[in-house]
T-cell receptor
Framework: DADVTQTPRNRITKTGKRIMLECSQT?????MYWYRQDPGLGLRLIYY???????NKGEISDGYSVSRQAQAKFSLSLESAIPNQTALYFC??????????????FGPGTRLLVL | EDQVTQSPEALRLQEGESSSLNCSYT??????LFWYRQDPGKGPEFLFT???AGEEKEKERLKATLTKKESFLHITAPKPEDSATYLC?????????????FGKGTTLSVSS
């Protein structure tokens, strides 16, 4: 089984709808992240969490919210989806105790289309 | 401002034709430089972490090197299965333990 899983893998929604993307991990890592990837722009950070009680905004958090339900689960919500949120979304995890260079491990991604 | 630039954007090679991908960075106090491989429609797959200038790491046909201003990913005798987008990312004290700053990637195509 994959260490980092994301659901759904593909989603089509309409403008104004609320949707949630979910991420689960079995790596036992403390830290979790949400990124989005757009053609020509690369990967950009939306939110990150160091533990269940610690949530931080990233570079592009407007229009998004997150919930860390447990160490292993981190959800991303689009409160009112808009077309420019069409993108590939990735969850990642890292281990606080892995040393000064924290390698991040990515999930398979969720492809979101907002009509 | 911390920044990562990868070149070229796209690279086409014949099978067996060795080449290098470049990642130049400007960051205050590099904590780590990371290389990832990404196949279409999939998540980035971790390849290497480099920390100090002069460091080298190898994995099969890939070798990553690091200087104070850039990193190279050398591909020796590539095969079609090496075709993918290669992403470079840096971790800096400002981003300590948090995010990676990614370049836009180099898309490699290897034909037989």
């Amino acid at each position: 089984d994959a260490d980092v899983t994301q659901t759904p893998r593909n989603r089509i929604t309409k403008t104004g709808k609320r949707i949630m993307l979910e991420c689960s991990q079995t790596k036992g890592h403390d830290r979790m992240y949400w990124y989005r990837q757009d053609p020509g722009l690369g990967l950009r950070l939306i939110y990150y969490s160091f533990d269940v009680k610690d949530i931080n905004k990233g570079e592009i958090s407007d229009g998004y919210s997150v919930s860390r339900q447990a160490q292993a689960k981190f959800s991303l919500s689009l409160e009112s989806a808009i077309p420019n949120q069409t993108a590939l979304y990735f969850c990642a995890t890292s281990d606080l105790g892995s040393g000064p260079q924290e390698t991040q491990y990515f999930g398979p991604g969720t492809r979101l289309l907002v009509l | 401002e911390d920044q990562v630039t990868q070149s070229p954007e796209a690279l086409r090679l014949q099978e067996g034709e060795s080449s290098s991908l470049n990642c130049s960075y400007t960051v205050s106090g590099l904590r780590g430089l990371f290389w990832y491989r990404q196949d279409p429609g999939k998540g980035p797959e971790f390849l290497f972490t480099l920390y100090s200038a002069g460091e080298e790491k190898e994995k099969e046909r890939l070798k990553a090197t690091l200087t104070k201003k850039e990193s190279f990913l050398h591909i020796t005798a590539p095969k079609p299965e090496d075709s993918a987008t290669y992403l470079c990312a840096v971790q800096a004290p400002r981003q300590a333990g948090t995010a990676l700053i990614f370049g836009k990637g180099t898309t490699l195509s290897v034909s037989s």
